[in-house]
């Protein structure tokens, strides 16, 4: 069972930023309309990502923590039939607010990932960015794979821990929202090994490595070109990247 004061401290923490978001948004009700590219550019991961999911068209999509809700209005518009959830009501409430002011058709709801309220198989796809890093994973794992129909894919983003530079910085340096859980850590080796165990064909590449620098900096477009061209040719380096896309296919 997982320690309620986890589940607890988790809620309690995600609640509030969305208080902060919703108190914010009232100033500004037009924020809640965006075009998809506002979403899949915000980070470099992000639209390589989600095209893992292929044609999403008339597929039943589970947004994995579905937080502010953009990603699951994103995948309403690609024809998905999109069901968001997360562990915090008031994002829950604000991710409503989203789909609507959108004109998208989406069901949400608040619930525990480590306990998912659907039926086995209930999905074809699985969304999920910056979500696994705060999970039991052996829990986790055990219920994205039951939720998947049987070819289904699950496509994560999620932070990388194998640098130790990065480790330091993130310990250290303050920036833009730095504010995190007691319990989340980015992912390591050990990790995907947990993955893998309910996934043997796990797939993951690493973004950011040089350019990881735009979080405290403006980042030339020249630093994300080189990044591609060395994780590409030189593999062993994706271990020293801030952010992992991890596909997890059901077979």
């Given at each position: 069972m997982i320690a309620m004061d986890r589940l607890e401290s988790e809620r309690q923490f995600h609640d509030e930023q969305a208080r902060q978001r919703a108190n914010d948004l009232r100033r500004r009700p037009a924020a809640f309309q965006f075009a998809d590219d506002e979403y899949l550019d915000h980070e470099s991961w992000i639209r390589p990502a989600m095209a893992r999911l292929?044609?999403?068209?008339?597929?039943?999509?589970?947004?994995?923590?579905?937080?502010?809700?953009?990603?699951?209005?994103?995948?309403?518009?690609?024809?998905?039939?999109?069901?968001?959830?997360d562990l915090s009501a008031d994002y829950v409430a604000e991710a409503r607010l989203r789909a609507e002011a959108n004109s998208v058709q989406i069901e949400f709801t608040q619930a525990d990932a480590?306990?998912?309220?659907?039926?086995?198989?209930?999905?074809?796809?699985?969304?999920?960015?910056?979500?696994?890093?705060?999970?039991?994973?052996?829990?986790?794992?055990?219920?994205?794979?039951?939720?998947?129909?049987?070819?289904?894919?699950?496509?994560?983003?999620?932070?990388?821990?194998?640098?130790?530079?990065?480790?330091?910085?993130?310990?250290?340096?303050?920036?833009?929202?730095?504010?995190?859980?007691?319990?989340?850590?980015?992912?390591?080796?050990r990790d995907l090994a947990v993955l893998r165990s309910a996934f043997p064909n796990l797939r993951w590449e690493g973004f950011q490595m040089l350019s990881m620098i735009r979080r405290t900096v403006k980042v030339p477009s020249l630093l994300e070109r080189l990044d591609r061209a060395l994780l590409k040719t030189i593999p062993p380096f994706q271990n020293w990247c801030r952010y992992v896309v991890v596909t997890l296919r059901r077979d």
């Amino acid at each position: 069972m997982i320690a309620m004061d986890r589940l607890e401290s988790e809620r309690q923490f995600h609640d509030e930023q969305a208080r902060q978001r919703a108190n914010d948004l009232r100033r500004r009700p037009a924020a809640f309309q965006f075009a998809d590219d506002e979403y899949l550019d915000h980070e470099s991961w992000i639209r390589p990502a989600m095209a893992r999911l292929g044609d999403l068209a008339g597929k039943r999509v589970l947004d994995y923590g579905c937080g502010h809700g953009m990603a699951a209005v994103v995948l309403a518009r690609r024809g998905a039939k999109v069901t968001g959830f997360d562990l915090s009501a008031d994002y829950v409430a604000e991710a409503r607010l989203r789909a609507e002011a959108n004109s998208v058709q989406i069901e949400f709801t608040q619930a525990d990932a480590h306990s998912l309220p659907f039926s086995d198989a209930s999905f074809d796809a699985i969304w999920g960015n910056a979500v696994l890093h705060h999970l039991d994973l052996g829990r986790a794992v055990a219920e994205i794979r039951r939720a998947l129909t049987p070819g289904g894919v699950a496509v994560f983003c999620e932070p990388w821990g194998g640098n130790p530079l990065l480790r330091l910085a993130r310990r250290r340096l303050s920036y833009h929202g730095k504010g995190h859980t007691p319990d989340e850590k980015p992912l390591r080796c050990r990790d995907l090994a947990v993955l893998r165990s309910a996934f043997p064909n796990l797939r993951w590449e690493g973004f950011q490595m040089l350019s990881m620098i735009r979080r405290t900096v403006k980042v030339p477009s020249l630093l994300e070109r080189l990044d591609r061209a060395l994780l590409k040719t030189i593999p062993p380096f994706q271990n020293w990247c801030r952010y992992v896309v991890v596909t997890l296919r059901r077979d």
